[in-house]
């Protein structure tokens, strides 16, 4: 006996708008729209210098938890990019003097961060004279956070609006 769905035009949407959902969410590594993109912590101290770098990371819905990085050190995650709200990162940076501290935002899903993302990879480089992040396509560190700053000063000071 075969059965005949008499809503068969609301099931189909129904079903078409879960799959894009599950697409734009990116729940399924499969058939992600988006991939991962991976943030990097990197300590960049001098080599003779024992600085240790306390690292905390988070998102509106994530926390990275707190993580001490020595010299040379790197912290790194990835996350997928949000379909309905933009995706932003920050991170606080601080050494255990008061001259090193810094809250600042790492990622977010702007025309500025796309410049910067090197296949969906971000690279901070935190020195002593204040954070740069890694231009793949000028080949260089570019000095972009003094310390001291504020992930809302950052946001202004890079023109970005997300």
Same mark, same amino acid.
């Given at each position: $006996?075969? @059965? ?14 879960? @799959?894009?959902? +599950?697409?734009?969410?990116? #729940?399924?590594?499969? &058939? ?17 210098? =024992? ?6 990371? &988070?998102?509106?819905? *994530? ?12 912290? #790194?995650?990835?996350? !997928?990019?949000?379909? &309905?709200?933009? @995706? ?9 003097? @008061?001259?090193?501290?810094? #809250? ?7 025309? !500025? &961060? %796309?410049?910067?993302?090197? !296949?969906?990879?971000? %690279?901070?480089?935190?020195?002593? =004279? ?22 809302? *000063?950052?946001? $202004? *000071?890079?023109? #970005? +609006?997300?």
């Amino acid at each position: $006996m075969v @059965t005949t769905i008499t809503r068969s035009p609301l099931l189909l949407l129904q079903v078409l708008l879960a @799959t894009v959902a +599950t697409l734009l969410a990116g #729940t399924s590594s499969a &058939f992600s729209l988006w991939p991962y993109q991976h943030v990097h912590i990197v300590n960049q101290f001098p080599a003779d210098d =024992d600085t240790v770098l306390h690292v905390h990371c &988070f998102s509106r819905n *994530d926390d990275r938890g707190h993580v001490d990085l020595g010299v040379g050190k790197e912290f #790194t995650w990835r996350f !997928k990019l949000n379909a &309905f709200r933009p @995706t932003r990162w920050r991170c606080e940076v601080y050494a255990d003097d @008061t001259n090193h501290h810094a #809250t600042f935002v790492v990622y977010a899903q702007n025309f !500025k &961060f %796309y410049y910067w993302i090197h !296949k969906n990879n971000i %690279y901070w480089h935190v020195k002593d =004279d204040g954070i740069y992040v890694h231009v793949f396509q000028e080949h260089q560190d570019v000095y972009v956070i003094p310390w001291g700053s504020t992930a809302e *000063d950052t946001i $202004m *000071d890079l023109g #970005t +609006t997300s």
